[in-house]
């Protein structure tokens, strides 16, 4: 089990304002921030960050929402990071989602819903060395 996990604040989140209320809310639940930065994904880009999607009917959709405006991409650290990273964020489908998660509080739809988190230890590696060299982790 590792302890870090990859997040991005997205488009709809940092539009809507909320990216001060949720990095705040995932350093009062106890994360570290590693690495972190604001940048803007092309369509070439979060195609290549989703590939693992490739095949889903969303897959256009998602693509184009994630390059629509700039993200927050961090990596963050916590015992049991990735399973305790994806509860704070609730399901994927905000309607689905526990009160008080990101989620619930701050998304709008299954498809524009605020914030990203790593399915599993491998993938936090991979998503988190997408956007930072080992250079930017303190
Ligand atoms: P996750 O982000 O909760 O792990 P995934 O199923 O891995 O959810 O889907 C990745 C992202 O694709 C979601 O966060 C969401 O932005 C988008 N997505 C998932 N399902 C749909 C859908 O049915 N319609 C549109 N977008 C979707």
Known sequence: MSNRTFTMIKPDAM???HAGAILDKIIKAGF???ALKQTKLTAETAGAFYAVHKERPF???LVEFMSSGV???AILEKDNAVSDFRTLI???DPAKADEGTIRKLYAASVGENAVHGSDSD???K???SFFFSGLEQY
């Open 126 to 128: 991979i998503e988190g």
């Open 90 to 92: 609730g399901a994927t």
């Open 32 to 34: 570290r921030i590693v």
């Open 59 to 61: 897959y256009g959709e």
């Open 15 to 17: 539009k809507n304002g």
């Open 71 to 73: 993200i927050i991409a």
């Open 122 to 124: 491998d993938n936090a």
